[in-house]
């Protein structure tokens, strides 16, 4: 008798399953707010590479030019400056308590001869 009803719930088994209508998940409010989202994310993401190619590239170009632009005015300058022999040392300039443990003991680290100038005393 047991076995019988473990036959026919097996039989049944099968109908019950054809029985089941497909749902359409597309109705569903989750999935439609995922795709207005999903939208959203797609209209923001075009604005964003817009502005990177009409905007932002331009003004990296401007900035570029204008730091150029300004390089070579500092060094004409630059140029217009008397050479270093013949610039005045103030007295808090190039102060030596004792050697350097490099070179020759008087430069710095980083050193440049340059743009540094270390007028020796004639002591």
Same mark, same amino acid.
């Given at each position: 008798?047991?076995?019988? /009803?473990?036959?026919? !719930?097996? !039989?049944?088994?099968?109908?019950?399953?054809?029985?089941?209508?497909?749902?359409?998940? /597309?109705?569903? !409010?989750?999935?439609? +707010?995922?795709?207005?989202?999903? +939208?959203?994310?797609?209209?923001? /993401?075009?604005?964003?590479?817009?502005?990177?190619?009409?905007?932002?590239?331009?003004?990296?170009?401007? /900035?570029?030019?204008?730091?150029?632009?300004?390089?070579? +005015?500092?060094?004409?300058?630059?140029?217009?400056?008397?050479?270093?022999?013949?610039?005045? +040392?103030?007295?808090?300039?190039?102060?030596?308590?004792?050697?350097?443990?490099?070179?020759?003991? $008087?430069?710095?680290?980083?050193?440049?001869?340059?743009?540094?100038?270390?007028?020796? $005393?004639?002591?």
């Amino acid at each position: 008798m047991f076995s019988r /009803a473990v036959l026919r !719930a097996a !039989a049944q088994q099968p109908r019950f399953a054809a029985r089941n209508t497909v749902r359409n998940f /597309a109705d569903n !409010a989750f999935n439609k +707010e995922r795709a207005a989202v999903k +939208e959203h994310a797609g209209k923001s /993401a075009e604005l964003w590479r817009k502005l990177s190619i009409y905007f932002v590239i331009p003004c990296v170009g401007l /900035a570029g030019l204008n730091a150029y632009n300004l390089w070579n +005015e500092h060094w004409e300058h630059e140029k217009h400056l008397p050479p270093l022999s013949e610039r005045t +040392e103030y007295p808090f300039q190039n102060i030596r308590m004792k050697n350097f443990p490099w070179g020759d003991g $008087d430069k710095t680290l980083f050193w440049n001869e340059n743009v540094n100038y270390h007028k020796q $005393d004639d002591e």
